[in-house]
């Protein structure tokens, strides 16, 4: 009488792939060698091996299914070959720690999940000696570059990712594309970060990493910005900063600001605009920051004698 497969992975004949493979996960950890020391467990370990090698290959199992083991083994006629040709013989390849390595991703899980200390096991999570069990990837961080005009008014930014994904078998993956939608908020600050939790790559042995996106702001040709203070900075001559002038800004919302300069501008004068700045969360004292002009002077490379005097007259 042949090897019945079913038994050794203690299933019946209707067993789902999920059965075989749930059944192959339990009994494979019971007999590991690692872990399981009597006499048998060598034996059984490479029976389920085995069993699981048949069982879970669709072209195997249905031979076994049908032929039992002397025709898996010895081979078959291929019902759907005109020639006549017979299946090849299966022969287990005796290794079974290949099986167990190619089902968990590792050849020996019990270093990851628990330690041998003096015939104690550590099983984590407050068991004999509170060691934790898979162990989280460390985060994925990414800059979130953001054009200041979307941060103003808030944007929804689309960013394409590629990760390892465990495929239905439960220990094989494969690459797949995913797109996560950044809601960006107006009143984000620059360095606001954005958590995807647990969209790293998948394994058997980890808990996939949190996807991280920090919000950067675009150079922008204008305006910077200070906390949620926007920053601008007018060019003016030297005339412009002792007599006064005008300043013409174009906001990120695409309104005009005209803002009079009448004070003397001199080094590290600012011209504050309040409520312009950027958009405050909710329940701050006012509800935007505020827009700072500040200057750069520009200075006379040269003065004619009579300018000089002039300048004396009314300055001096």
């Given at each position: 009488?042949?090897?019945?497969?079913?038994?050794?992975?203690?299933?019946n004949?209707?067993?789902?792939?999920?059965?075989?493979?749930?059944?192959?996960?339990?009994?494979?950890?019971?007999y590991?060698?690692?872990?399981?020391?009597?006499?048998?467990?060598?034996?059984?370990?490479?029976?389920?091996?085995e069993?699981?090698?048949?069982?879970?290959?669709?072209?195997?199992?249905?031979?076994?299914?049908?032929?039992?083991?002397?025709?898996?083994?010895n081979?078959?006629?291929?019902?759907?070959?005109?020639t006549?040709?017979?299946?090849?013989?299966?022969?287990f390849?005796?290794?079974?720690?290949?099986?167990?390595?190619?089902?968990?991703?590792?050849?020996?899980?019990?270093?990851?999940?628990?330690?041998?200390?003096?015939?104690?096991?550590?099983?984590?999570?407050?068991?004999?000696?509170?060691?934790?069990?898979?162990?989280?990837?460390?985060?994925?961080?990414?800059?979130?570059?953001?054009?200041?005009?979307?941060?103003?008014?808030?944007?929804?930014?689309?960013?394409?990712?590629?990760?390892?994904?465990?495929?239905?078998?439960?220990?094989?993956?494969?690459?797949?594309?995913?797109?996560?939608?950044?809601?960006?908020?107006?009143?984000?600050?620059?360095?606001?970060?954005?958590?995807?939790?647990?969209?790293?790559?998948?394994?058997?042995?980890?808990?996939?990493?949190?996807?991280?996106?920090?919000?950067?702001?675009?150079?922008?040709?204008?305006?910077?910005?200070?906390?949620?203070?926007?920053?601008?900075?007018?060019e003016?001559?030297?005339?412009?900063?002792?007599?006064?002038?005008?300043?013409?800004?174009?906001?990120?919302?695409?309104?005009?600001?005209?803002?009079?300069?009448?004070?003397?501008?001199?080094?590290?004068?600012?011209?504050?605009?309040?409520?312009?700045?950027?958009?405050?969360?909710?329940?701050?004292?006012?509800?935007?920051?505020?827009?700072?002009?500040?200057?750069?002077?520009?200075f006379?490379?040269?003065?004619?004698?009579?300018?000089?005097?002039?300048?004396?007259?009314?300055?001096?």
């Amino acid at each position: 009488m042949g090897i019945d497969y079913y038994g050794v992975l203690e299933i019946n004949r209707n067993a789902t792939i999920d059965d075989i493979k749930r059944s192959y996960r339990r009994l494979a950890l019971k007999y590991h060698p690692e872990f399981n020391k009597t006499d048998l467990a060598i034996e059984n370990f490479k029976q389920i091996s085995e069993a699981y090698d048949v069982l879970s290959d669709l072209k195997k199992k249905s031979v076994y299914d049908q032929f039992g083991e002397e025709g898996l083994k010895n081979g078959v006629p291929e019902s759907a070959d005109p020639t006549g040709a017979w299946t090849q013989g299966y022969t287990f390849h005796g290794e079974p720690l290949k099986i167990f390595e190619d089902f968990f991703g590792v050849n020996n899980p019990f270093a990851e999940w628990f330690d041998r200390r003096d015939g104690e096991l550590d099983m984590g999570f407050g068991g004999v000696n509170g060691r934790g069990q898979r162990q989280k990837d460390p985060p994925i961080e990414r800059d979130l570059m953001v054009d200041l005009e979307d941060m103003y008014q808030g944007c929804i930014k689309k960013m394409k990712i590629s990760r390892r994904v465990m495929n239905e078998d439960g220990h094989t993956s494969s690459i797949r594309d995913k797109i996560l939608t950044v809601h960006v908020k107006p009143e984000w600050k620059e360095g606001t970060k954005v958590i995807f939790p647990k969209e790293g790559d998948q394994g058997p042995n980890n808990i996939p990493a949190d996807i991280v996106f920090i919000i950067k702001d675009k150079k922008h040709p204008r305006f910077h910005r200070v906390g949620y203070d926007l920053i601008f900075t007018k060019e003016v001559q030297l005339g412009e900063a002792l007599t006064g002038c005008k300043v013409d800004i174009n906001t990120l919302d695409g309104r005009e600001l005209n803002v009079p300069i009448n004070e003397v501008v001199r080094p590290g004068f600012e011209k504050v605009i309040l409520g312009e700045g950027m958009l405050m969360p909710a329940g701050r004292e006012r509800p935007r920051g505020n827009l700072v002009i500040r200057f750069d002077i520009v200075f006379p490379t040269s003065l004619s004698e009579e300018k000089k005097i002039l300048i004396r007259k009314s300055l001096l």
